[in-house]
């Protein structure tokens, strides 16, 4: 039922009222906030998630339309429900559980599919509220978090392409932080791209920064906890770089030296933190994984090259609103993005996915006919370092897809690493 981040597929088949109102009903506790994305589907599944919550005797409190962090900011001492498939195309949708401040781990999805099975709860009917102050308040919580006086100095332009859930949050935080705000697709109706904030989904968004001279653009998912930077030049930034530059960052301005990252993390990512006397903790795809990490060695930061970025001193899912709000702290000290990125060194990286019936399947067997020789690291696919570059095959957590990433210090080596992989993976689709 759960993948890498709660529930999610195809709305009317895998995803249907009955099973979001037996999950609101299982899930809830004494109350449970009820958030989601611009899904049309998101209106129905999120009535029935409360009604299920209500029917077992708890309280409701609806956000209505709001990003993932936000949603984990209201639950930062309870429970929570967000109604979204992230960046999963209209036709999906699914349930993110939230405890906390954080993604459920798979104990309590355990306990939740346990639960499930059984006859549904009653009591008495539970009271039900609409509360959108607590946009404002993670707004607030944002503010707090950064370097104000230092950005109202610089007065950065910026174009914001929200296309989803953050269009409540991320256009008003950047203009109370001084900045020139030029919003696009920041429609609450429906997507107007594909919500996935890539570089083809933001062909658009690229030559708008560029053609208007501002200083950067930033383009969101559809719930609100990815973000993408685009240079002034128009060109987006490889999602490491933008992630090496952040965990530079943090690393500049706190005692706290520990990291987290994922098995996709780049050399790039680990310079980066070695090179700024930190320490880096290596965890499984997902950003679960990644805020439980924070929390069991209390670091400071932990961020996934997908735009996925967690502070310690926030909520302990990806917040890619205060994420933006540090890249704006980032630009007002640094300088324009196209000469940062400069820094960090780009070495040749290739991200493939290939349709598998049996994705895991697929995975397993490649690992067993691999021809290994480097360190292999296994709890999460296979991941095999090398002396001059890396390669993982994973099964996706959301998609029947097996993804292999790859990175070498020379196209030459990625290209016949590539070769011989792909022939792999694909004698055992
Ligand atoms: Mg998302």
């Known amino acids: 039922m759960f993948g890498t981040s709660g529930i999610r597929g195809i709305y009317g088949k895998d995803i249907t009222e009955e099973l979001a109102l037996k999950i609101g009903n299982v899930f809830s506790k004494d109350n449970l906030f009820v958030a989601r994305d611009l899904r049309q589907s998101g209106v129905t599944l999120s009535i029935a998630v409360?009604?299920?919550?209500?029917?077992?005797?708890?309280d409701v409190i609806d956000i209505g339309i709001a990003p993932t962090p936000t949603l984990a900011y209201a639950a930062r001492a309870g429970r929570?429900?967000?109604?979204?498939a992230s960046h999963n195309p209209p036709e999906y949708n699914g349930l993110k559980l939230v405890e906390n401040a954080k993604e459920i781990g798979k104990k309590l999805e355990q306990e939740v599919i346990e639960e499930y099975n059984k006859p549904i709860i009653r009591s008495d009917i539970g009271d039900f509220s609409h509360n959108s102050e607590v946009i404002e308040e993670h707004k607030q919580m944002i503010l707090g978090m950064v370097d104000r006086k230092l950005i109202e100095k610089k007065k950065p332009k910026i174009i914001a392409?929200?296309?989803?859930a953050a269009a409540v949050i991320t256009p008003y935080l950047l203009s109370e932080l001084g900045c020139k705000v030029v919003s696009v697709n920041s429609s609450l109706e429906c997507f107007n791209r594909p919500s996935e904030p890539n570089?083809?989904?933001l062909a658009h968004l690229l030559d708008i920064v560029r053609e208007t001279g501002a200083d950067f653009?930033?383009?969101h998912d559809g719930d609100g906890d990815r973000c993408v930077i685009i240079d002034e030049k128009g060109s987006m930034l490889p999602f490491d770089v933008q992630l090496a530059m952040m965990i530079e960052h943090e690393l500049e301005?706190?005692?706290?030296k520990r990291i987290v990252s994922t098995v996709e993390a780049s050399l790039a990512i680990r310079e980066v933190v070695e090179k700024n006397g930190g320490k880096i903790e290596i965890t499984p795809v997902g950003s679960t994984y990644v805020g439980d990490s924070i929390e069991k060695n209390n670091a400071l930061f932990g961020g996934e090259p997908c735009?996925?970025?967690?502070y310690s001193g926030g909520v302990h899912v990806p917040d890619a609103p205060l994420a933006v709000a540090k890249f704006v702290e980032i630009f007002c000290e640094k300088g324009k993005f196209s000469e940062l990125r400069k820094k960090y060194k780009e070495n040749?990286?290739?991200?493939?996915?290939?349709?598998?019936?049996?994705?895991?399947?697929?995975?397993e067997k490649v690992k067993k006919s691999l021809n290994i020789d480097g360190k292999v690291r296994d709890d999460d696919g296979v991941r095999i370092d090398e002396a001059d570059g890396w390669l993982l095959v994973r099964a996706s957590g959301t998609e029947p897809v097996v993804r292999l990433t790859m990175e070498y210090k020379t196209k030459e080596k990625l290209e016949k690493r590539k070769g011989e992989i792909k022939t792999l993976i694909e004698m055992h689709l």
């Open 348 to 363: 040749f990286i290739a991200r493939e996915k290939f349709q598998a019936k049996e994705k895991h399947n697929t995975v």
């Open 80 to 84: 929570g429900i967000m109604v979204t």
């Open 199 to 201: 570089e083809t989904n």
């Open 217 to 219: 653009g930033i383009g």
């Open 161 to 164: 392409d929200c296309n989803g």
């Open 50 to 58: 409360s009604a299920g919550a209500l029917a077992a005797g708890s």
């Open 307 to 310: 735009g996925e970025y967690i």
């Open 253 to 256: 301005r706190s005692s706290n």
